[in-house]
């Protein structure tokens, strides 16, 4: 490709990213595995977590590998993997077999730390834009030209278009872990008294927005639940949208 007449950038080799994820399970195909090595050829690795899902972002001309407990998955090109966002594989091992684990909860803040610092090259992108460089006497040239790098960046289309989209879901993904961190199950069952049976419709019908669950107090948010609770009761529910209006109009 030509520029001005002034050089020629090649694009050819060019790789792109692209993100694998899934689940690993035990031979059964049933029982999700945590603390599964999930490694590329060029050296990216991450671990399942503890329901076995795992994230890697991976160039397309890249493959991977699953080992755990000595058992080990052939290698996957990524080429040939159809649907990279759910990609789930079975290990040949045996859930009864397996040591016991021992799981603590951690906090979102230390889940969305973990997470910022496994994607820190996303959430850190910006996107590209065409600067200059000044061509003064100790360049040997006066003047002002185009920053040769930006150029290039900005001809890396696709890229920067993968990156964007990789840094909106992430942060969407943290705004839904946040919205499940305060919106839970057990402080809803404290507050309610909710029959198990209903919890799930409970959840579906009132579940909050990012911005009302990040702008009230805990209490509020108690208040909201409750309120939540005597319209459900009542056989014929308002939507989320609705209770959240009324409650801030008060």
């Known amino acids: 490709m030509l520029i001005s007449g ?67 998955s052939p290698w996957f090109s990524v080429k040939q993997i159809n649907a990279p966002w759910s990609f789930d594989i079975a290990l040949h091992v045996y859930a009864p077999d397996l040591p016991p684990i021992y799981i603590t909860k951690s906090s979102y803040r230390e889940d969305s730390l973990r997470n910022r610092k496994e994607y820190e090259r996303i959430f850190d992108f910006h996107n590209p834009r065409l600067g200059t460089t000044a061509n003064g006497p100790e360049s040997g040239s006066a003047g002002v030209g185009f920053d040769l790098d930006a150029i290039v960046d900005m001809f890396h289309f696709a890229y920067n278009k993968r990156q964007r989209g990789y840094q909106r879901f992430f942060e969407w993904e943290e705004q839904e872990k946040y919205i499940d961190h305060r919106f839970n199950k057990n402080l809803i069952k404290k507050l309610t008294d909710l029959p198990d049976d209903k919890m799930q419709a409970y959840i579906k019908q009132y579940r909050p927005t990012y911005e009302f669950v990040d702008g009230v107090t805990d209490f509020d948010l108690g208040l909201y639940i409750q309120k939540c609770k005597a319209d459900f009761d009542t056989g014929h529910p308002s939507t989320a949208n609705t209770m959240m209006a009324t409650f801030r109009s008060k």
């Open 6 to 72: 002034l050089f020629t950038v090649h694009f050819a080799n060019a790789q792109e990213q692209i993100m694998v994820k899934g689940t690993v399970y035990d031979v059964s195909q049933k029982i999700p595995l945590s603390s599964v090595t999930v490694l590329s050829k060029s050296g990216t690795q991450t671990l399942t977590d503890t329901l076995g899902e795992y994230k890697i972002i991976v160039y397309d001309t890249d493959s991977i590998y699953f080992s755990y407990l000595g058992k080990r």
